[in-house]
Each structure stands twice: as C-alpha cells, then as structure tokens.
C-alpha cells in the first residue's frame, strides 16, 4: 500500500538536494563563506543535508544557522537567529525550508536580514 501523503522517495530527496546544492554553488563560487539559515524544524535539516553536500563540491565555507518562528502566527511571534548579526553582515544568505506553498514562512523569514547590509539573500526550498 502506497503513503498518499509520500512526496518524494528518499532517493528523489537526496537526488534534488544534490542539485540545489550545485546551484547554491554556481551562484555564489567567488564567495568565501556562505551562511545556510535553516528554519526550523524540517528546513533546518535540509540545511543540514545542503551542507554536507556543499562540503563535497564547493571550496568556500558554509555555515549553519536556525532561525525559530511559530509558523502558525508569524506575525506574533519572535523570530530569533541562532547568530549574532555581525556575523551575518555582507555575507550571502540562503534561506532554506523544506516546503513552500504561499510563501508566507519564508517571507517573515526575511525579517531579521532587513535590518543587517548583508550581501545578498537567495531561497533554497525542496517542495
């Protein structure tokens, strides 16, 4: 009997997180570090993977971040980054989660950041 609520296989997971991990490369190859914000708590493992992966293919550093917010009330609740943000600035950002369907997570996500002259910020999202 087949999962209904199964999106991808495993191996389909780890097929695209390979390649998002490639293109998070292609986009910042000049760079020397690199700051992963996973949200928590299934973005912030699949920053986890993306890491792993980067380790394998990219020479620049990457560094793992969480950042916490209640994804039921957003607007409500404190959003906190597991870093300082002097650590952030000029740095690419890529903020990762592990589903996307109206965006809403990612876009109070951004929060923070708007706040801190980081160099640039890119989204990474497996579904």
């Known amino acids: ?53 980067l380790k394998d293919i990219a020479p620049f550093e990457t560094k793992l971040v969480g950042l916490k917010l209640d994804k039921a009330a957003p607007t409500q609740s404190e959003i906190l980054l597991e870093c300082s943000d002097s650590e952030l600035k000029n740095k690419a950002i890529i903020l990762i989660d592990d589903v996307s369907n109206t965006g809403k997570t990612m876009a ?20």
């Open 108 to 127: 109070y996500s951004l929060k923070p950041f708007l706040n801190i002259k980081v160099k640039k910020i890119e989204t990474a999202v497996l579904v």
């Open 1 to 53: 009997m087949s999962d209904k609520s199964l999106i991808l296989t495993h191996e389909q997971i780890i097929q695209k997180t390979r390649r998002i991990a490639f293109e998070i490369y292609e986009h910042n190859f000049l760079e020397k570090e690199v700051i992963l914000v996973g949200i928590y708590d299934e973005g912030y493992n699949f920053a986890k993977m993306l890491k792993t992966e």
